[in-house]
């Protein structure tokens, strides 16, 4: 099941902030990763996620840079930055708080209560 696109507007970014919490990344090993972990709900295209990671850059939530590849190529990773690290925990705490009160609501079954 994948999220109808306003959902995906809202949880996509938060969840590239997630998996570049725990290490640096590059584009298509964010876009396995978000599919893999997400049992597909979070899968997105390149070009979907693109367009995220430079927004994402712009405000100043992520950085870039290039790196070499095990084949030679270079690769452009992304990493997490200071400011992306609180807007990471601030989003947190929100889909906490709107997963409770839809679990109040009988929306979420499992969810924090």
Do not use: C, F, H
């Amino acid at each position: 099941m994948k999220l109808e696109r306003e959902l995906m507007r809202g949880a996509g970014p938060t969840a590239v902030l997630k998996l570049l919490s725990r290490r640096a990344m590059y584009g298509y090993e964010l876009v396995e990763a978000l599919a893999e972990q997400s049992d597909g709900v979070l899968a997105m295209g390149q070009s979907t996620l693109y367009p995220m990671l430079y927004n994402l850059e712009s405000k100043g939530l992520i950085e870039a840079d290039w790196r070499d590849a095990d084949n030679g190529r270079q690769r452009k990773y992304y990493a997490l930055t200071g400011k992306g690290k609180s807007k990471l925990k601030a989003d947190e705490k929100a889909w906490t708080k709107l997963a409770q009160a839809l679990g109040d609501m009988g929306v979420v079954k499992g969810a924090p209560a």
